[in-house]
């Protein structure tokens, strides 16, 4: 930073102000935290763990853009650590967690990997949040040969790369708008329109949606990616006005999603169905928004009232750890939990080779919707998302089939006839 | 050629609020040559003061704006009083680090308090059609109250006693004192009205945008084009650098991509910087 601001002097005023302002956009070192194992809880099963502390290391977003979503994940993480320490623990040890913060930004993340694992030496890791994090930290993972459960991304690039050591959690970001494609299609919509933010994760949601909605004889109007941090995207959603959608898709996270619903009323572009990756699945899509949340489709990779194994105990002991509801990201970084302890538990050791076999083969139920189980590149193959709808208050699961508790509301009206 | 007007709206609509940012920031310029890198963490506390009014009070955040301007100009004029003050004579390297210093503190600060969640005022949504025009409401209203501001802003600046003096001490300090003016006071001053109106851009912000610690530094990046684009310390130039930026981001955005937008803003700031580094009105001597 110093080096930086130094520099700018010397580039004489009206240039140091552009690079000063430049800068900026590079920030501080990291936060560190660890969250020891609930030290004298009185264990509700087994023998209390007994020994030297088992250390899982993970680095997860806490701040910067992804920060919000981040922080589900490592609350997550957090209460499956004490958990398993009321239970007896991984192995009859107690299990303490090392939790850093990687600002939402891939290089951090990679030293922070690299940080757990030569200078805290911890026995194990948990995934990062997001695809772009994941994918960077796993050339790491996979150099030090830990095995890493990437229970917050889902790019089907990270596991393109005969990597041995990466394994999904849960459905990969290609086929997170297979449902609603599936509905439009259902419907009688014809054409369709994607955008995306251009990192990692969005972009291979866009692909993916892209690819199958041709498949599913859809015809694409539009297609344009977009800057992460955007603060305008007016110029944009014009463009999609004049291409006349009946569906538009956003490959997005939270902010963005937010930004484009609220631009496409404040540009009167209607269209017949919106979704939305990531952001309209979180509450905070409802709460920053009110009544234009309202019709909106989303992806979800678990939800609150899906009839999974243990999911209610997992629903109430999280909000009363936490003081909230968890959302799907919550979710996957439990799974991502409870995924691990099933590999040490049939490993029956804390040899990273062992474990790296046992998550190649296990087939396990966890707190997801459908499975966990990975083929041989590691993709996840056994999970199965669900799609949602802002109805009201509510975002009731409206597909698939088998796990739906509502019904979609076709199509979405104009905003003009909206109140 | 609908859409090309669609576009240019969406330009200024959006260049509005960019000049109140950037008003304030080039004011601070001119009457102290400070650059001031915590600018844009102003706008974030008058986004969060906004955010929090509506949601703990059901304040609307136009009527907010009557407590978050005045709470603002207090935090700006006790900011340079017992801070600023103290690296106005300084070497430009020390009131950089200073500000960037309370930038970080600022958005770490806000991070504590605040927590990293996006937060965003569900209030004013929607748009009214004119033929086959779009023009967003909460857009047009912030657009109009930023014009609203800087107008003042810019009356204060010509008309009274105390503008005469911030000009004065903008355009030589040593003859203002020599003149009786009280420097300190002006530069107080004009500290002061920068960060309130910073802060009415973060009120503005809040139910355009989404509110988050980090949200200063994406608006202080343009915010820097802007008066680049105008010049520096010349409030008039931040305003139509404000429109000229508001408008280059929204053509280029549409007639290429939102990806290509961010880097025609940077170019257009570097070409500038070439060709007449001192904007369109800018100071000569800097």
Known sequence: ?419 | MVTYLQVIISGLLLGGVYALLAGGLTLIFGVMRVINLAHGEFLMLGAYASYYLFMRLGLNPIVSLLLTLPLMFLIGWVAQRFLVTRVVRAPLLTSLLLTYGVSLALTGGAQALFTNDFRSVPFMSGAVNVGELALSIPRLVACGIALVLTAAAQYFLVRTRWGKALRATSQSADVALACGIDIDRARTLAFAIAVALAGAAGTLTSFLYTVYPEMGRTFMLKAFAVIVLGGMGSFPGAFLGALALGVIESTAGYLTTTQVAEAVIYVTLLGMLLLRPQGFFGLKEA
């Open chain 1, 1 to 419: 930073m110093n080096t930086r601001s130094r520099r700018s002097i010397l580039a004489g005023l009206p240039a140091s102000i552009g690079l000063a302002g430049l800068a900026l956009s590079a920030c501080g070192g990291s936060e560190g935290s660890s969250a020891a194992p609930a030290a004298g809880g009185a264990p509700a099963a087994g023998a209390a763990p007994k020994g030297a502390p088992v250390k899982i290391g993970a680095s997860v977003s806490t701040t910067g853009s992804n920060g919000k979503t981040g922080q589900y994940q490592v609350e997550a993480y957090q209460l499956w650590a004490e958990q398993i320490n009321t239970r007896g623990g991984l192995l009859g040890r107690p299990v303490e967690m090392v939790i850093l913060d990687d600002q939402s930004d891939p290089t951090v993340g990679t030293k922070l990997y690299e940080k757990l694992i030569n200078e805290d030496k911890v026995d194990l890791v948990l995934g990062p949040y997001s695809s772009g994090v994941t994918q960077a930290v796993s050339t790491v993972t996979e150099k030090y040969k830990y095995p890493l459960l990437s229970a917050g991304a889902s790019a089907s690039d990270i596991w393109k790369r005969n990597y041995k050591y990466v394994f999904g959690v849960y459905s990969v970001a290609e086929s997170y708008f297979y449902g609603v494609i599936d509905l439009a299609k259902k419907s009688g919509y014809q054409t369709i329109a994607i955008v995306n933010e251009d990192t990692v994760f969005p972009k291979a949601t866009a692909a993916g949606t892209a690819e199958y909605a041709r498949k599913q004889g859809m015809r694409i109007v539009f297609q344009e990616q977009y800057p992460t941090k955007v603060t305008d995207l007016s110029s944009l959603i014009t463009k999609v006005k004049a291409a006349k959608p009946e569906v538009l898709v956003g490959g997005s996270y939270q902010p963005d999603s937010v930004l484009l619903t609220r631009q496409a009323k404040e540009l009167d572009l209607n269209v017949k169905m919106l979704g939305f990756s990531v952001g309209a699945a979180m509450p905070e899509f409802g709460e920053g928004l009110g009544k234009d949340a309202d019709f909106v489709f989303g992806p979800s990779m678990w939800e609150p009232s899906l009839k999974t194994k243990g999911n209610t105990e997992f629903f109430d002991t999280y909000k009363k750890k936490w003081n909230r509801e968890p959302d799907y990201h919550s979710a996957t970084g439990f799974a991502g939990g409870q995924i691990l302890e099933a590999a040490v538990g049939k490993a029956k050791s804390l040899d990273r080779e062992k474990i790296r076999e046992a998550l190649a083969t296990l087939e396990i139920e966890t707190v997801l919707p459908g499975k966990y189980k990975v083929d041989d590149t590691g993709t996840q193959t056994a999970h199965i998302p669900v799609v949602i709808q802002w109805q009201g208050k509510d975002k009731p699961v409206i597909g698939p089939d088998s796990m739906a508790n509502g019904k979609p509301k076709l199509p979405m009206p104009e905003w003009k006839a909206r109140a």
